[in-house]
């Protein structure tokens, strides 16, 4: 009996340490979630594309449970803006870093120097070489974007003429991937009449993409059609184009926003273009940092990450998770997209 009631009254005592225990962790944990922080770093300011990534990181905030969401980028998309802006983070002592770099190689040794500090660093829309990153989120499949660009452009001009690219930086890693299977697809029998005549580099800025895209028509008076995979260097080049007078003339794609570009796909001197929700690619970037910080997710090759409203998402081969398709935008379904991005 005696024995029965000092083990009941052990257990009692082990139980409630128990559970101060746990309600101590669970507080601590609740503590810590309050505290994260989780930078988005863009390849730079102004640009709409990365302003409704921010959109998509805030809904995950939202979503998550209330950590902290810091939204910066340099001025100008070059490596050296992105560098000086993760130094400063690292000496905040950030969570978690997603980023779009501007440069696949520069940017490693500093990435590498935030997660010997135990910084979660990932990249998304633009990639980071892999000694830099735990994991790259793409919007969508390199060769499937650079290849169906191609097709697109193709159809407008009859398979015939010379083309030319205007696109963002020239280190930009999402844009000369895309480049790279522009040229394999290319090389199918198919555009046997097309020629690449000139690729022009606008560096995501308006003003430059404009004046780049004037170059164009002035230096390739035969340009039947230009690819511009760039949210800013597309908007711009129909800008040039209508005010050249040569829309209609000279065919337009690429890679646009719909709040951008809808009036130029309405009066058609873009016919079609393509591209993913911006929101959504902020939204599931900003979502797994946020569970890598919390150790939800491992980041591992063949891990099926479950994105919130996004559903599973897979990290393949090198650390590479690939979202899904693009979306073609042309008059029928433009007014619905510019109502969102
Ligand atoms: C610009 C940026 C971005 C790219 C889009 C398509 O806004 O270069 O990185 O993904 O275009």
């Not at 009941?8 to 309050?34: N, P």
């Not at 930078?39 to 990181?57: I, P, Q, R, S, Y």
């Not at 902020?282 to 479950?306: C, D, R, W």
Request: proline share 4%.
């Amino acid at each position: 009996m005696r024995i029965k009631k000092s083990f009941f009254v052990f257990l009692v005592v082990f139980l409630t340490a128990v559970s101060l225990v746990f309600a101590a962790g669970q507080k601590e944990k609740e503590a810590k979630k309050g505290k994260i922080r989780i930078a988005m770093v863009v390849k730079n300011l102004g640009n709409a594309f990365f302003e409704a990534c921010h959109d998509g990181g805030k809904e995950s905030v939202k979503e998550l449970g209330g950590f902290e969401l810091i939204f910066q980028g340099p001025s100008t998309p070059t490596a050296e803006g992105q560098i000086e802006i993760i130094d400063s983070l690292i000496a905040q002592k950030v969570d978690g870093i997603a980023i779009s770099a501007n440069d696949k190689d520069a940017l490693v040794p500093i990435c590498k120097k935030a997660m010997e500090r135990g910084i979660k660093v990932i990249s998304f829309d633009s990639a980071i070489a892999p000694e830099g990153r735990i994991l790259h989120l793409a919007p969508s499949s390199d060769e499937y974007i650079g290849r169906s660009l191609v097709e697109l452009l193709a159809k407008m001009i009859d398979y015939k003429g010379e083309i030319a690219i205007l696109s963002a930086s020239s280190t930009a890693t999402n844009q000369n991937a895309w480049i790279k299977w522009m040229k394999k697809e290319l090389e199918k029998p198919e555009y046997k009449n097309m020629k690449l005549v000139a690729i022009v580099y606008g560096d995501d800025l308006s003003d430059k993409s404009y004046r780049e895209a004037m170059g164009l028509f002035k230096s390739y008076p035969n340009l039947r059609g230009i690819i511009s995979p760039t949210t800013v260097g597309i908007a711009a080049t129909a800008k040039a184009l209508e005010d050249a007078g040569l829309a209609g003339k000279i065919a337009l794609t690429g890679l646009g926003l719909p709040s951008e570009m809808k009036q130029y796909i309405k009066d058609g001197t873009c016919e079609k273009m393509e591209l993913w929700n911006p929101i959504d690619l902020g939204y599931s970037a900003t979502y797994i940092t946020y569970k890598l910080v919390t150790g939800e997710f491992k980041g591992e090759p063949g891990e099926v990450m479950h994105v919130g409203r996004m559903g599973d998402i897979k990290i393949g081969k090198d650390g590479i998770a690939v979202m899904g398709k693009p979306y073609v935008f042309d008059k029928t379904n433009i007014d619905k997209f510019a109502a969102i991005y």
